[in-house]
């Protein structure tokens, strides 16, 4: 079983800047595929970044140029650098995680595990 933590939301005005971290319990990072989703009220469940247990980073047209995702395999840990925040970039982010991985990153029904979210907030 992989539990999942996110940490690093708050309340920034636009143009800011959060770095978002999501540590994960027992399992080796190195095998798995991770991602970022995000999720505001009333709206779909959207990829915003992704890694596959390779190393390989994509992007979601949200956060392509502005959003850096990356992994730390020794500590277990994921990250998203967000920059150049805006407004609509309001949303509950989630962390998520499947063994393997492959084709098919930013569908989300294809993770296993999933973190509570962490909320992001940005004022205009």
Known sequence: QVQLVESGGGSVQAGGSL???CVASAYGASR?????????????????????????????DSGKGRFTISKDNA??????????????DTAMYYCAAVRGGGSGL??????????QGTQVTVSS
């Open 106 to 115: 930013f569908e989300w029904r294809k993770y296993v595990y999933w973190g």
């Open 19 to 21: 770095r978002l971290s």
């Open 32 to 60: 798995y595929s991770m991602a970022w989703f995000r999720q505001a009220p009333g709206t779909e469940r959207e990829g915003v970044a992704a890694i596959d247990r390779d190393g390989n980073a994509a992007y979601g």
């Open 75 to 88: 500590k277990n840990t994921l990250y998203l650098q967000m920059n150049s925040l805006k407004p609509e």
